[in-house]
């Protein structure tokens, strides 16, 4: 992984990073430190291959839950990034602010009762989403806000889903790993 500290990427170089497969990871104890992230591995999750549990679709019947498309990114982002420990600092959030306002940053929100129960940002370039964060402040907010996401990759024919990192997560929901 590179490392470089700065105050604000340009729009330009960084969609070019992600072109060659790069994307940047903030440092949480510094918000002006990015490390540039090249792995070997990626997590990928085949258009329309997601794996949804009974007890998921189940839940999804019930039509208790609504999603949205870009409706509350800002709120998206602060989301993500309310952990203990984050890599989504102040520059990331700043910089992925002026990416949506570009038309390149998009979030998934999920809704109950009219309050944000979950979502996931990330960065479309031509049919490839780069999905960088999810959050969940209920139970299967994120994992809806990723049906939700396949549901929109899929109608609009995009060829790949990047996840970045394996976890057992999104394992469960049908990721594997590419080189």
């Known amino acids: 992984m590179l490392s470089r500290s700065y105050n604000e990427i340009n729009p330009g170089a960084i ?20 490390f540039w992230c090249n792995p070997i591995l990626r997590a ?3 258009i329309s291959k997601l794996h949804i549990s009974r007890k998921l679709k189940k839940l999804c019947r019930k039509k208790q839950f609504e999603f949205s498309i ?51 940002y990330g960065v479309a370039i031509g049919k490839v989403f780069f999905a960088e964060s999810m959050f969940s402040t209920s139970s ?19 060829s790949l889903l990047d996840v970045q990192f394996m976890t057992s997560h999104l394992r469960t929901m049908g990721a594997k790993e590419i080189s």
């Not at 072109?19 to 918000?31: T, V």
């Not at 309310?82 to 890599?87: A, G």
């Not at 299967?140 to 995009?158: D, R």
């Open 70 to 120: 870009n409706h509350d990114f800002p709120g998206t982002i602060s989301n993500c990034a309310n952990r203990e420990e984050t890599w989504i600092n102040k520059s990331i959030i700043s910089t992925y602010n002026i990416l949506h306002d570009l038309g390149y940053a998009h979030s998934i929100e999920i809704w109950e009762d009219k309050k944000l129960k979950g979502g996931l």
């Open 44 to 46: 990928i999750i085949p």
């Open 15 to 34: 969609i070019e990073l992600y072109r060659n497969g790069i994307f940047p990871m903030g440092d949480h104890n510094d918000d002006n430190k990015i």
């Open 140 to 158: 299967n907010g994120s994992k809806l806000a990723l049906i939700a996401l396949m549901g929109v990759l899929a109608l609009n024919q995009f």
